[in-house]
């Protein structure tokens, strides 16, 4: 059971009301997060129905009622939630309409639909489970309250309805919830927004076709009278219309307002190769991006400054305002780099199964300066060549031929001459796979000539990596120096990599698992010492999988103690507050972290920068209520972003989904925006061709208020799709339906 059980109570008017609800405790444990009520102090109680599988047995349930001086210990409470999606007011209607057309929408007379729902449903039986939750509701707000003096005024009625909905969850309402949809009241699935509101409109409402149904001639208005003029006088700020607006209005402060028709906000994580290309962040803006993404895991402050000039500059030429968000880099665990591969580039044709060639290889040539190629090509390789004046000579149709890495004969063919941004560039077409190399010579054969050499330079490092299977023994060093040579091959009859983090070595144990590169390979580790961990791989690709630098470690099973906030990010906070919209906090475990964050805010007086909360950890997600209390103490925008790639592998996969629905409902509660992240439309952004599984994923990301994308080759194209689905009107009658209708019934 989830419910305190206390004694000891003051008898009150409203008791007999109580006494007898069929309100039902949540059978068993949730699946997800547990339910504690502890009070030290003295309070009031009523005997609700317990259900414990299919037997009923009443029980005292405590609603504390504190004394003026006697503020006790508080501890708020955890619930497991159900789905919600939370739909803006587009309306007009004051808070006032809203209820009075709600209590006026009952019929006169019992007759009808209603007077058949007598025969399934006791009214008086279900208007009594309903004040009773309604009670539950408040006493939860009166429990916490000490808590809630310490949020900001900004967010004071967010927190008290967060309350609510987790008083409303730590119930099992299941029963109360099929009554109500018997006689189409009230889905206390969808009132996450405004809790207090829908439970006393239901009231009112109930009130009313209960007088109605008993046919005793008394005055309607005087039976609802009551409790419908306390609710309004005392808690005119809980009203369905005010918490919609304040919803509205959090996600504006944070993410900024949507322009045009555009109901969600879209999210571009960007990185130096946005330096490469002066029209990307163009681009990006145009096709739909709001948001730019900054990863402060990666480049330096002069890449930074140089991706939010160009941001402000494009957004200020497209008039269309982008905001940019900061994400400190946090505790991760990751893998440390390897050493570089050698400065060459494959170059390979498309062959079909037979071995021959379909498709040439597509490569871009071009003089350094030109920079890179226009972003509706996709070549396969880039080349760069450092004499611009052999390009004078180049032309259509030309064969440019070279020795390759293995002093293999190739030939380039030129197919198409573009001019760029600042010089030209051509791309030609490679039948035969070639290792082309920094130094690599290139010269025209011509009929009669052999025309000038241009030299291949700045060919970048290969990225190194190591392919594991199952069955590998892995060693993670936790000194760089060691073992460099040892990442291409078996020494000992063990691979090598090294993390740098202390955290890692001195946190793990033998026989607890470890994750690498989001969960794609799986280990057990098998024994530690201070310096070393030996990890057997229990899980990789037929073929083995590739594991390469800077590729993130976790350890579900371990307790782990970081340090939520870095030296590193408090330097890179230096930079944030004077160049981002928003900050993202990576990494969030516990109230320590935002503590710590709120007090360096504070000393740099940046009570306006946003707060984004990524949501990536196990503890992070159970703690998401007490998480989002502690930072509504701050005036700060606030909002929180679901990570899936880490809070997969930490959680499980099987309940990912889940978990992301229960997000969706708690920060519904708290009217704060939600960004949905990680492998949006991958397969688009990486290949141009999405999966059935992606489409649907945006589709259920419309719940949220902005969608995240991650960089990738085919990012301006999948921007475009992300906001066709997201802002396509698929609720539209189509024609086709329309004729099925009388037409002076469609408006």
């Not at 508080?74 to 919600?84: F, K, P, V």
């Not at 030309?398 to 293995?406: C, T």
Request: net charge positive; proline share 4%; with cysteine.
């Amino acid at each position: 059971m989830t419910t305190s059980i206390v004694t000891n109570h003051k008898a009150t008017p409203i008791r007999h009301a109580i006494h007898s609800a069929d309100v039902f405790s949540r059978r068993g444990k949730f699946s997800h997060l547990p339910c504690k009520l502890n009070v030290k102090q003295s309070v009031e109680t009523v005997q609700l129905w317990a259900k414990i599988k299919n037997t009923r047995t009443t029980m005292t349930t405590a609603f504390a009622t504190p004394h003026e001086n006697d503020e006790g210990e508080r501890s708020g409470s955890h619930a497991c939630s159900d789905e919600q999606v939370f739909v803006p007011l587009e309306n007009n209607y004051s808070s006032n309409d809203l209820d009075e057309e709600a209590a006026g929408s009952l019929p006169e007379s019992g007759s009808g639909g209603f007077q058949m729902v007598e025969h399934s449903v006791n009214l008086a039986s279900l208007l009594d489970k309903l004040k009773a939750l309604h009670l539950h509701v408040l006493a939860s707000e009166q429990w916490n309250a000490s808590r809630l003096k310490l949020c900001h005024n900004n967010y004071v009625e967010s927190a008290k309805n967060l309350i609510h909905y987790l008083a409303l969850k730590c119930l099992d309402i299941e029963p109360l919830k099929d009554d109500l949809a018997l006689i189409s009241l009230l889905n206390l699935e969808m009132v996450n927004s405004s809790v207090l509101a829908s439970l006393t409109t239901c009231i009112e409402l109930l009130e009313n076709l209960q007088l109605n149904s008993s046919r005793t001639g008394k005055d309607v208005s005087a039976g609802i009278s009551t409790q419908g003029k306390l609710y309004h006088q005392k808690n005119g700020n809980f009203t369905i219309n005010t918490m919609r607006t304040k919803a509205c209005l959090n996600r504006e402060l944070l993410l900024g307002p949507l322009q045009g028709s555009r109901c969600t906000h879209i999210m571009t994580t960007v990185g130096e190769e946005a330096l490469e290309s002066e029209t990307l962040i163009t681009d990006l803006i145009k096709a739909g991006t709001s948001i730019i993404r900054i990863n402060c895991a990666h480049g330096s402050p002069e890449s930074w400054s140089e991706i939010i000039r160009r941001v402000k500059r494009s957004s200020q030429m497209l008039e269309a305002p982008c905001r940019i968000l900061m994400d400190l880099a946090g505790p991760k665990l990751r893998t440390d780099n390897l050493k570089p591969g050698p400065c060459v580039v494959k170059v390979s044709a498309k062959k079909n199964a037979t071995g021959k060639v379909i498709f040439p290889a597509q490569v871009w040539l071009s003089h350094k300066g030109a920079g890179a190629p226009p972003p509706h090509l996709s070549p396969d390789a880039v080349l760069f060549i450092d004499d611009e004046n052999f390009f004078t000579v180049v032309k259509v149709g030309d064969s440019l031929r070279f020795f390759d890495a293995r002093g293999k004969k190739r030939m380039l063919k030129i197919s198409r001459v573009f001019h760029v941004f600042s010089g030209t560039g051509f791309m030609a077409e490679c039948t035969r796979t070639a290792y082309v190399s920094s130094g690599t010579e290139l010269y025209i054969k011509r009929k009669k000539d052999r025309l000038p050499v241009g030299q291949v330079v700045d060919v970048p490092p290969r990225e190194s990596s190591i392919r594991l299977r199952v069955g590998d023994l892995l060693i993670i060093s936790r000194d760089s120096t060691c073992g460099e040579d040892n990442s291409y091959g078996h020494v000992s009859g063990a691979y090598r990599i090294t993390c740098s983090s202390g955290y890692l070595f001195d946190a793990v144990k033998p026989g607890e698992r470890i994750a690498f590169d989001d969960g794609k390979i799986w280990g057990v580790i098998k024994g530690t010492t201070s310096s070393e961990i030996v990890v057997s791989i229990t899980h990789a690709g037929l073929r083995g999988t590739k594991l390469g630098s800077q590729k993130s470690i976790n350890i579900p099973d371990s307790n782990i103690r970081f340090k939520g906030v870095t030296s590193k990010d408090l330097v890179d906070l230096e930079f944030v507050k004077s160049h981002a919209d928003m900050v993202g906090v990576s990494f969030i475990r516990d109230t320590r972290d935002i503590i710590v964050l709120r007090q360096e805010l504070e000393e740099r007086k940046l009570q306006n920068l946003g707060i984004v909360l990524k949501i990536e950890t196990k503890s992070g997600f159970e703690k998401l209520p007490l998480l989002l209390l502690e930072a509504m103490k701050s005036s700060n925008p606030l909002g929180v972003m679901i990570a899936r790639g880490d809070l997969a592998v930490e959680c499980g996969w099987e309940r990912l989904a889940d978990i992301q629905e229960e997000i969706l409902s708690f920060c519904g509660a708290a009217h704060l925006p939600v960004i949905w992240a990680t492998q949006v439309l991958e397969s688009l952004v990486k290949s141009r061709v999405p999966t059935r599984a992606e489409i649907t994923d945006v589709a259920s990301g419309r719940k949220a208020s902005c969608v995240m994308l991650n960089k990738g080759r085919h990012i301006v194209e999948a921007i475009s799709t992300l906001d066709n689905i997201l802002n396509s009107n698929s609720r539209q009658m189509k024609a086709e339906v329309k004729s099925l209708v009388p037409s002076s019934h469609l408006v």
